[in-house]
Nanobody
Framework: QVQLQESGPGLVKPSQTLSLTCTVS??????????WSWIRQPPGKGLEWMGA???????YYSPSLKSRTSISRDTSKNQFTLQMSSVNPEDTAVYYC?????????WGQGTQVTVSS
């Protein structure tokens, strides 16, 4: 059973960089041919795919977020990380990590991130 767990600060100030980590257990993030995504849901809105890192280490980003977003991984810890720069209040959302790139079979429980001064 694959399990994902998000971790990171719940409150970030505007213009700062948000950093979240997803720790994966029960499966390796380097296993062919899985992709590992970050997805968010702002209050009252739908899910938004932000980007993904592949088993190979290749990264893919939503065009609307690409300029501010970076996804990396630490294979020794079986973790992948989201960094988003220059955050603003519109980035307030529940952030999820999940396995997949268009369809997702395992999800983390989600972590609330609020952008506020």
């Amino acid at each position: 059973q694959v399990q994902l767990q998000e971790s990171g600060p719940g409150l970030v100030k505007p213009s700062q960089t948000l950093s979240l980590t997803c720790t994966v257990s029960g499966g390796s993030i380097t296993t062919n041919y899985y992709y590992w995504s970050w997805i968010r849901q702002p209050p009252g809105k739908g899910l938004e795919w932000m980007g993904a890192i592949a088993y190979s280490g290749s990264t893919y980003y939503s065009p609307s977020l690409k300029s501010r977003t970076s996804i990396s991984r630490d294979t020794s810890k079986n973790q992948f990380t989201l960094q988003m720069s220059s955050v603003n209040p519109e980035d307030t959302a529940v952030y999820y990590c999940a396995r997949g790139s268009q369809f997702y079979d395992y999800w983390g429980q989600g972590t609330q991130v609020t952008v506020s001064s």
